[in-house]
């Protein structure tokens, strides 16, 4: 089962609907927080993690969920769909750290979404 630490729910819809100000920079500043303790969450309760890759560089927040997924010792299948360069050097894929904690969790990175099934499998 898929989960999305972003999925649509109504406190967010209502905190994006709300004007520009102070009081809407402070509803986000407390969801905020509830966001990323969810993704915590379902980091730790997952059996293996799935990160898109794509970008001119790996997005942070997605840089830094892989960082927490390796140190709580979970696998790690990234997405590299982006034709756009974005290695270190021309031995890797990414940039090289993250690409270090992905495949040193026993994941791997695919190019095709159509590899996802067998590389999830093969973490199991």
């Known amino acids: 089962m898929l989960h999305d630490p972003w999925e649509e729910d109504e406190e967010i819809a209502r905190i994006a ?32 993690v799935f990160a898109v890759l ?12 892989i960082g927490y997924a390796f140190a709580r010792q979970k696998p790690i299948v990234g997405y590299r769909g982006d034709f756009r360069l974005s290695a270190d050097n021309e031995g890797g894929i990414v940039n090289l750290q993250v ?7 026993g994941g791997t990175i695919i190019r095709e979404l159509s590899e996802l099934d067998r590389a999830i499998a093969a973490c199991a």
Do not use: H
């Not at 102070?22 to 293996?48: F, H, P, S």
């Not at 690409?99 to 969790?105: G, L, N, Q, T, V």
């Open 99 to 105: 690409e270090y904690f992905i495949r040193a969790s």
């Open 17 to 48: 609907a709300m004007p520009y100000g102070a009081q809407k920079r402070a509803a986000w500043q407390a969801a905020n927080l509830k966001i990323g303790r969810k993704n915590q969450d379902l980091i730790d309760g997952c059996d293996v």
């Open 54 to 65: 794509d970008g001119v560089d790996v997005d942070s927040g997605t840089a830094a969920e």
